[in-house]
């Protein structure tokens, strides 16, 4: 598995810890390193996807009830929900990550932690928002 799999599955473990208590606090990312060992690099990329991601919520949030007229945010499972907030920062925010990769990242993460039906879910809103993000 390669760094940046390796960091969005962090940032995704942060963004539903986050989720589910309100904050992450420091110890939950020091204990997290110390479970799961990565190099500097992975770690920056966890932490940037994370940042960013927490700093354009309100944004990002946005885009996917948009999109996703079906499902309310708070009715979406917390994976599928945290994971579309990471994938649609790297499509808005990350002009440097081929917008290609961030969807079949997400799609694989979500095939991995999420329901069954997640990757085709978690697919399906992408696809829109995809159309409208310009990289």
């Not at 473990?13 to 992450?24: H, I, K, N």
């Not at 020091?30 to 992975?42: F, G, L, Q, R, V």
């Amino acid at each position: 598995m390669g760094n940046r799999r390796k960091g969005r599955e962090a940032a995704l473990q942060f963004l539903f810890q986050r989720d589910m208590s309100g904050a992450v606090d420091t110890q939950t990312v020091i204990h997290y390193w110390e479970e799961n060992p990565a190099d500097s690099e992975t770690r920056e990329f966890a932490n940037r996807l994370l940042l960013g991601t927490v700093e354009k919520l309100a944004d990002i949030d946005q885009h996917i009830g948009q999109f996703s007229s079906h499902w309310k945010l708070g009715r979406m499972a917390a994976v599928d929900r945290n994971l579309l907030r990471l994938a649609i920062f790297e499509l808005a925010y990350c002009p440097d990550i081929p917008m290609k990769v961030t969807m079949n990242e997400a799609i694989e993460i979500a095939k991995k932690f999420g329901s069954e039906e997640s990757g085709a879910f978690v697919n399906g809103i992408l696809d829109q928002i995809a159309k409208t993000v310009k990289k």
